[in-house]
């Protein structure tokens, strides 16, 4: 076990992935997609199925679940999935939003701030909806830099997202650290080259969950 705070001695930048990793915003994803998917004719219990889809961008579960969709049409279901996405976070009472949110995160953001760390979220989700689930959940305001998958050509599983990153924040993998916890957004963490913890404090089957090999990662 890696002590976390004699890492974060050589650590001037933590990057977070968002969806599952700070705040446990799958369910609610869900079900906006289930609107849009019942809209195509397509009436599916994305809740009860959430490990088949997990890490995935909303592009990959439309064209799986949509094939016919083409480039066009999925852009226009997504966005029609984000506007009722955050209809869903306005909705969200004061007490509800807690449970969305990873226990302790507040006082580590806090902590590191007072450490002088730069601080990140780079999500695989579109950057309205990083904004968005952000400002919802009260973290909008702890963050250096936000990204979403419009930001680089290419997203998660591929490291290009968090190489830009470190990039923007003028950092390199040897100060950087990043909290991951899909599969996919672990594969584009390790090749980054930075420092990665998994997250697994959001329910998903051992199957998912062990995909990567422990080696990968530091505990």
Do not use: W
């Not at 890696?2 to 609610?28: A, Q, R, S, Y």
């Not at 599983?157 to 909290?179: A, C, Q, S, V």
Request: net charge negative; aromatic share 8%.
């Amino acid at each position: 076990m890696t002590d976390l705070k004699t890492l974060l001695l050589d650590i001037d930048t933590i990057i977070f992935d968002m969806d599952g990793t700070i705040v446990n915003t799958e369910p609610l994803h869900a079900k906006a997609a289930v609107i849009v998917l019942k809209s195509l004719g397509i009436d599916i219990d994305l809740e009860s199925c959430l490990d088949q889809f997990y890490g995935m961008t909303d592009t990959s579960v439309l064209q799986m679940m949509v094939p016919s969709l083409n480039e066009t049409e999925i852009e226009l279901a997504i966005a029609e999935k984000n506007v009722h996405l955050i209809k869903l976070f306005n909705n969200l009472a004061t007490e509800e939003k807690e449970q969305f949110i990873t226990p302790g995160l507040f006082e580590f953001l806090k902590f590191l701030k007072q450490e002088n760390k730069q601080l990140a979220v780079i999500s695989a989700s579109e950057d309205i909806i990083v904004i968005e689930t952000l400002k919802c959940f009260e973290i909008y305001s702890y963050m250096d830099l936000l990204m979403g998958r419009h930001q680089t050509i290419l997203t998660k599983p591929h490291p290009e997202p968090y190489i830009e990153g470190m990039k923007r924040l003028n950092t390199d993998p040897t100060k950087t650290l990043i909290f991951e916890d899909s599969p996919t957004g672990l594969q584009a963490a390790v090749a980054s080259g930075a420092h990665v913890i998994r997250i697994t404090g959001f329910a998903h089957s051992d199957k998912v969950l062990h995909k990567h090999e422990r080696k990968n990662f530091i505990f």
